[in-house]
């Protein structure tokens, strides 16, 4: 299953709010999750089953959408929120992950 | 808080067999998935595979066979085996573990091995 992630990269402003789109090749239900990277660190869990925020991850971030659709959206943008942006599915085996949004101060 | 740790060598040359170690502090080992993923500049984040503490496995078939995963609960350890390297290989690794089999709750720093000639 592809997924294909929109934008590749999001030049943004603290204190704004962006919304990242992940598209599944086919139906993948609510199994996505959606992880953060910064330069040289291993990715961080955000979300999982679409819409569920992980514990100790901020309510800024939020995940939305179901079949082949979904987004990820962040509030009020912090400065530690500029990183890279991936989403993974799960429904089916091999996972895959998206290509990433690099979200770049503006 | 489970931590994870990646070790073992850094550059291997073609048709060599990598072996990996992941170190597990903070938590146990027992009823939890855990597995490997790489990362690389062209092909971005790919899921090598999981082991289940049953013995119940996941793996990338693109691999074709080269892959496995050893968990050893006694050490807190699990490892990492890919024979008949190539350059294609040379990737930043990052040991896992996997929530119910399904996605990554926990992450090493990841370790960068390097295949040349």
């Known amino acids: 299953i592809q997924l294909t992630q929109s934008p590749s990269t999001l030049s943004t402003s603290v204190g704004d709010s962006v919304t990242i789109t992940c598209r599944a090749s086919q139906s993948i239900r609510s199994w996505l999750a959606w992880y953060q990277q910064k330069p040289g660190k291993a990715p961080k869990l955000l979300i999982y089953r679409a819409s569920n925020l992980e514990d100790g991850v901020s309510s800024r971030f939020s995940g939305s959408g179901s079949g082949t659709e979904f987004s990820l959206t962040i509030n009020s943008l912090q400065p530690d929120d500029f990183a890279t942006y991936f989403c993974q599915q799960y429904d089916s085996s091999p996972y895959t992950f998206g290509q990433g949004t690099t979200l770049d101060i503006k | ?117």
Not at chain 2, 28 to 40: C, F, L, V
Not at chain 2, 72 to 82: A, C, G, V
Not at chain 2, 88 to 106: I, K, N, Q
């Open chain 2, 1 to 117: 808080q489970v931590q994870l740790q990646e070790s073992g060598p850094g550059v291997l040359k073609p048709s060599e067999t990598l072996s990996l170690t992941c170190s597990v502090s903070g938590g146990s080992m027992s009823g939890h998935y855990w597995g490997w993923i790489r990362q690389t500049p062209g092909k971005g984040l790919e899921f090598l595979g999981y082991l289940y503490s049953d013995g119940g496995s996941n793996y990338n078939p693109s691999l074709k066979g080269r892959f496995s995963i050893v968990v050893d609960e006694s050490k807190n350890q699990f490892s990492l085996k890919l024979t008949s390297l190539t350059t294609a290989d040379t990737a930043v690794y990052f040991c896992v573990r996997t929530r119910d089999g399904h996605y990554f709750d926990s992450w090493g720093p990841g370790i960068l091995v390097s295949v040349s000639s």
